[in-house]
């Protein structure tokens, strides 16, 4: 299932480096603004090495554009994530493939099923304008679960993704479930009835929660 993940995001990589695809290539200029303004240009710090990513995609590092491969790993991680909350809230099956990935992306669609502050997406926006069958319908299956640690899906779906170096250029720590456990045993936190309670500002994936 994880070759079937790459195979995905290859494929994501391919339309987005054809530039092919009007609102992909709009979108993916905002995203990289974006990403460069937090972390500088993708893939010059020396740990964020091209290699490492080019051969966890099976792609060739000469030609490898590794902001544009961040944007399709990204886009398929969001959407993954984006549709496994849909799916857990609803049973609706009836909505087609394209209007699915539409939907999910849509801060509005989680409000309304009482999510709140579950922003829009819209800068993953594009997939459905692809106009592949296969590569959407591939992205749908592809919601039901392939990692088998549910203590963290989040987390462990993100690792499975970014390799770590590129992970910790960016920033991108997640806290491992042994040291969430140990400092809450230092604490004595005895649970969420308990006082005095506890705030995790930086939650990311939930691991203390």
């Not at 992306?105 to 309304?112: G, H, I, S, Y």
């Not at 679960?145 to 499975?160: C, G, K, N, Y």
Request: charged letters at 25%.
């Amino acid at each position: 299932m994880v070759d079937q993940s790459r195979k995905l995001i290859r494929s994501l990589y391919t339309r987005i480096s054809a530039e092919q695809i009007p609102k992909a290539n709009q979108l993916y200029s905002v995203w990289k603004m974006h990403w460069e303004s937090l972390h500088g240009p993708v893939g010059k710090k020396k740990s964020a090495r091209k290699d490492v990513l080019a051969k966890r995609y099976d792609l060739p590092e000469e030609d490898l554009d590794p902001a544009a491969l961040l944007y399709a790993i990204e886009t398929y991680y969001v959407i993954r994530l984006r549709l496994k909350a849909y799916r857990s809230l609803t049973n609706d099956t009836s909505l087609q493939v394209s209007t699915l990935l539409g939907k999910v992306l849509r801060a509005k669609t989680f409000a309304d099923l009482g999510i709140e502050n579950y922003e829009d997406a819209e800068l993953f926006n594009w997939v459905s304008d692809c106009a592949d069958e296969d590569l959407l319908s591939g992205l749908i299956q592809q919601e039901t679960t392939e990692i088998h640690e549910p203590q963290d899906e989040v987390r462990s779906l993100f690792q499975s993704l970014v390799p770590k170096q590129f992970r910790h250029s960016a920033g991108s720590h997640y806290t491992p479930d042994w040291l969430a456990d140990y400092v809450l045993q230092k604490l004595n936190y005895q649970g969420a009835d308990s006082q005095p309670r506890l705030v995790d500002p930086h939650c990311g994936s939930g691991t203390f929660l």
